[in-house]
T-cell receptor
Framework: GQQLNQSPQSMFIQEGEDVSMNCTSS?????WLWYKQEPGEGPVLLIA?????ELTSNGRLTAQFGITRKDSFLNISASIPSDVGIYFC???????????FGDGTTLTVKP | GAVVSQHPSRVICKSGTSVKIECRSL??????MFWYRQFPKKSLMLMAT?????????EQGVEKDKFLINHASLTLSTLTVTSAHPEDSSFYIC????????????FGPGTRLTVL
């Protein structure tokens, strides 16, 4: 089946540093999504990408839909303590049906 | 917009009892709802996909007689954990798709189930 390889699995960074994480697959997708989950909460949608090559920002977050449609990355600039959480990538191949999720990147930001 | 609620947020029950969890899309009609299970520090495990008015599609390895899913309307889906046992203790999260953002899943806040 379709799988997403998300890396890194975890990151420990200093406040103020930039963060980069990515998802890759051997399959082609039409939609890439990035979510953040805080402890005890459900994931919250951060950015949705619909076109190959698309680069979208949401505040300090920037995500890109890879040109091959098989990958995506998420960057966080100037990290702050409230950025801590688990970041999930997700992708869909068609307009209908379930999304495939990565295993998540756990981010820890040290003040 | 795109708010999904879950109720209850936390439930503790005795082994052998059944527990019902509700998932509601508050400001859009959800053509599809999904139920996930998540273990501590682990990824989201899709349990089933449900479309309004039809039977849920369960993922491989998920017992449909144990995890009953009903999607009675475009804004409500329920998950019933029947004859719960301690190994069913987990964080259960629903998500919904529909409306103008039909390609985006919006998640509920989750339900922490503890079976004693």
């Amino acid at each position: 089946g379709q799988q997403l390889n998300q890396s890194p699995q975890s990151m420990f960074i200093q406040e103020g540093e930039d963060v980069s994480m990515n998802c890759t697959s051997s399959s082609i997708f039409n939609t890439w999504l990035w979510y953040k989950q805080e402890p005890g909460e459900g994931p919250v949608l951060l950015i949705a990408l619909y076109k190959a090559g698309e680069l979208t920002s949401n505040g300090r977050l920037t995500a890109q839909f890879g040109i091959t449609r098989k990958d995506s990355f998420l960057n966080i600039s100037a990290s702050i303590p409230s950025d801590v959480g688990i970041y999930f990538c997700a992708a869909k191949g068609t307009n209908a049906g379930k999304s495939t999720f990565g295993d998540g990147t756990t981010l820890t930001v040290k003040p | 917009g795109a708010v999904v609620s879950q109720h209850p947020s936390r439930v503790i029950c005795k082994s052998g009892t059944s527990v019902k969890i509700e998932c509601r899309s508050l400001d859009f009609q959800a053509t599809t709802m999904f139920w996930y299970r998540q273990f501590p520090k682990k990824s989201l495990m899709l349990m089933a996909t449900s479309n309004e008015g039809s039977k849920a599609t369960y993922e491989q390895g998920v017992e449909k007689d144990k995890f009953l899913i009903n999607h009675a309307s475009l804004t409500l889906s329920t998950l019933t954990v029947t004859s719960a046992h301690p190994e069913d203790s987990s964080f259960y999260i629903c998500s919904a798709e529909g409306g103008v953002s039909y390609n985006e899943q919006f998640f509920g806040p989750g339900t922490r189930l503890t079976v004693l």
